[in-house]
């Protein structure tokens, strides 16, 4: 009988194959060996076998290199195993800001108009862009920064406990959208350029209460265009 | 001892030598790991495991001895007492048949966030793949010394499994074939399904009335065949195992952690003949058993704030350990079951 210990991330990883690879010139082999155990012994390969394609792509998906077959929607722009990028129609949401901030806590919890957004997920961060117009964003279209909080130069967003969906697919990009906006904006990530409105982050947020649309011209550039922020992750 | 004086003389006129003539060695070998290690380990909190081993310590289930040889590291710890306290309840008979998993976990399903409530670990049983056990041929010699034996031998036999681990048999092929024909009722071809004939390969020797343990005690003095009698005192010894501690009840928090999940998959396949139509549900069933993570066979609580309770808990574990071990040692005396021997030079353990 086999016996495993799983307690919290605690594991012991036991060798159980190893990959040769054999060179001559340019050329090249791998073959696969089972590692054997014995009693009072050091293990031991046993006879190999050729790698195969599909040895590689199972230890491709073990190392977390596969991606589920899925009908991607219309808002989909990117897909790859490691990253995950759609866009957002402009439309009004709840936003919530820290009380850290007296003006911020002024703020909190009201409807705001949003512009569209480019969402992008790779390898469980999440980065936002925003789009000067309401409609699907080209390869070179050029993206805006997110007028947000907690979203940094490169539109990464600082997750701090924000609970994001466990996985990354077609059908979680709604839980990560609506995470993102169900958590607090509580303070700038670092220097970034949020917005081109004269009276700044919490003065541009006074301003669009009661608005229906976002002014596209209140957002600052972010000096990328979608391919090359997509580029950037892949 | 003195060495040979050397030759002096020089070699005749040289040609080629034998060795000469032989192709060089080969430098290719099995590559040694010597110096490889053979396991890693991750550590992250490590304070449950720790907490456990002590309470194993003090009710006399780990030995001190371990702790040396899992090198100070207390996961690797409690791996080498599961080992040692499945090797002295039967371990070596279990694996001439059984492949089984014995894991210790904070959660009944691996890369769940679900985990068990705080304080509480699972001991949890589970196949690698199904034992096989041919019946036919315990079930014609049975059948000869008296009419109930078959149904008898087989209905305890499994029973006492059973009562621990899952056994697909012909009852669940049974329960499969009322299921396929209950979905191809509503075609308009479905007499035109062919269905595994389970009713057919059943010997009709099982219909009997099988006789309690205490009938079978009685009747086996009246049994003048030797070999019979083996396999009758066998089982009796097997069914005495079983029941000699409760299976662990199924709780709440296990409901809920394993609320999503199918049947748990069958450690031991019984069939009345090598390819019948019993091995053919039970190929059908697993071609979609792993679609949802199976439920563990065996899982027995270990509540960390009640060391007594895990003491009972290792004896628990004990029980059904020598129940399996019980099992593979009467199915090593059941005739026709030569080939169901697990090879297990070099295995990892």
Known sequence: MNAHVRIGDNRIFSLKHAVLVYHEGNRAFATLHEVKSRPDGPPYLCAGQSVTTGFLETLAKGLGASMATEVLPEHVLARTPELIAWWSRARRRLVFFGDGDAKGRNLNGKMYPHPALVFLIHRRELFVRALAEDCRPAANTRLKNAPFWNTDAHGRVCLGSMRVPEDVSVASMAGWENAYFASEFTHPSGAVHLTTYSGGFLGLWSELEGRKHFPARFLADSNQTLQEFVERMG | MFALARRKTPPPSRRFSASDLMAHRSEIGLP???????????????????????????????????????????????????????????????????????????????????????????????PEGAAFVLLNPTIERLAQAHPRLPSTFFHHFAAALNRWVRVYDYRDADERVDMLRQWYEGEEDADQYELPDVEGCTPKSLKETPLSVKGLRTLRETIVDQQVNVLIESLLGLCLMSQKTKRPEFTEDMGEQLMDSNPPLPCLLAAFSQADA?????????????????????????????????????????????????ASRLIDLMPGNDDGIIGREGVNR
């Not at chain 2, 456990?52 to 030995?63: D, K, N, Q, T």
């Not at chain 2, 679609?291 to 007594?308: A, D, H, M, R, Y």
Request: net charge negative.
């Open chain 2, 32 to 126: 040694l790991l010597d110096e490889i290690s053979a396991e890693q380990h991750f550590v992250a909190d490590d304070r449950e495991a720790i907490r456990l081993a002590e309470i194993l310590v003090r009710s006399g289930v780990a030995i001190t001895e371990d702790w040396a040889r899992s090198e100070r590291h207390p996961i690797k710890y409690l791996q080498l007492t599961l080992q040692r306290w499945v090797s002295i309840h039967g371990g070596a008979a279990i694996d001439r048949r059984f492949d089984l998993d014995l894991t210790l976990s904070d959660r009944l399903i691996d890369y769940s966030d679900g985990r068990a409530p705080e304080g509480t670990l699972y001991l949890t049983v589970d």
């Open chain 2, 278 to 326: 019993v091995v053919g549900c039970f190929d059908d069933e697993g071609q979609t058993a792993m679609e949802v993570t199976p439920q563990p066979n065996l899982i027995i609580p270990l509540k960390l704030s009640e060391p007594v309770s895990i003491g009972k808990a290792f004896r628990t574990l004990g029980v059904a350990c020598e129940t399996l071990a019980a």
